[in-house]
Nanobody, 122 residues
Framework: QVHLVESGGGLVQAGGSLRLSCAAS????????MGWFRQAPGKEREFVTT????????YYADSVKGRFTISRDNAKNTVYLQMNSLKPEDTAIYYC???????????????WGQGTQVTVSS
């Protein structure tokens, strides 16, 4: 069992930066791949990025590649999402998720946080 809690969301102007954190409880955190997803109003949840259990491999959606960076600190049971050059279209609720393997499919992740709101003003 893994319990996830996101933090770090907020309101930022276009071009600005935010860093999201996802704190995990449970001894198996270091064994889980972690992902970030987002959901804007009226839209389906979409993949943002994912990282392997050891942190050695990452994968990004084309829409955030070069602007967002995922990382993890297994000693702190935390995964991060550094978001730079934010755009209004990045506005969404951001969720972290834990699963067995890196994948872009939401249903492949077994555990989810409650989400944190990110709003980018133009």
């Amino acid at each position: 069992q893994v319990h996830l809690v996101e933090s770090g969301g907020g309101l930022v102007q276009a071009g600005g930066s935010l860093r999201l954190s996802c704190a995990a409880s449970g001894r198996t955190f270091s064994l889980n791949a972690m992902g970030w997803f987002r959901q804007a109003p009226g839209k389906e949840r979409e993949f943002v990025t994912t990282i392997t259990a050891g942190g050695g491999l990452t994968y990004y959606a084309d829409s955030v590649k070069g602007r967002f960076t995922i990382s993890r600190d297994n000693a702190k049971n935390t995964v991060y999402l550094q978001m730079n050059s934010l755009k209004p279209e990045d506005t969404a609720i951001y969720y972290c998720a834990a699963g067995r393997d890196i994948t872009t499919v939401p249903t492949d992740y077994a555990y989810w946080g409650q989400g944190t709101q990110v709003t980018v003003s133009s």
